[in-house]
Each structure stands twice: as C-alpha cells, then as structure tokens.
C-alpha cells in the first residue's frame, strides 16, 4: 500500500528586482525631475543614462571636429609659409647661377681695376702618335 505523503505548495516564480539607481534618485530629488517632465512621465528618467552617454558621445564627436578643423587651417598655414620659401630659394639659387657666369664676374672685377685677356686661352691638342707607350 502507498504511503500518505503531504501535498507540496508550488513555489512562486521569483522576481528579480531592479536595481534601484542611487544617482537617479539623488538628482530625482535635488533637480526634481518629476516637476520637469510630469510625474505620469517617467521616461527621461528611466533612460537618464543613455541620455548621457549619448551627449557624451556628442561633445566628444564636436571636440574631434574641432581638433580637425584646427589642424586643417595649420596644415594651410603651414603650406603657404613652404610655398613662400621655396619661391624665395628659387629666386637665391638663380641669382647665385648668375653672379657664376664670366660675364658677371668681367663685371665685378673691372671695378677694382683688373681687365681680362684680349686672346682667349689657348687648347693644346696631343696627336696620339706623339704619345709615348
């Protein structure tokens, strides 16, 4: 024969609870955000946190916009000054091409006094038989 056995109670399903946000509750009270946006309204409440984060996300996006239109107007400013001493280059290394050539230096000396030859330099050519082996 079976045994009597007392019938047991189903246990109830258990209900997390939600954490309860203690920085929520500090601003609830000293801003009042229920006075804000009505008591019946609690969604800004409720995703106070992503609202933040997403505004941090924003300031931090503004912040690297500037950064990069700062350093775009260096880059700009910087180009022009290279620009400028390259031309200022180019026109010192073509003045100095030319103060090299004779007819320049004929120029500065004839100031002290000295004058160029009249006959031009003479080329002495050596006929390969003349080469001693």
Sequence with gaps: MAQNTYKSQP??????????????????????????????NAWPIKHFDRIM???FLLIFYIGFNHNAERLVRNIQRVKAAVDEKRAKYTTLQADFMKSGKQSEISKQVLATGLTEPVTPPLKIVVKPEETQP
């Design 11 to 40: 246990k109830a399903p258990v209900v997390k609870k939600k954490k309860e946000n203690r920085l929520m509750n500090y601003l609830n009270h000293t801003i009042g955000f229920e006075r804000l946006f009505g008591e019946d």
């Design 53 to 55: 984060w997403i505004s």
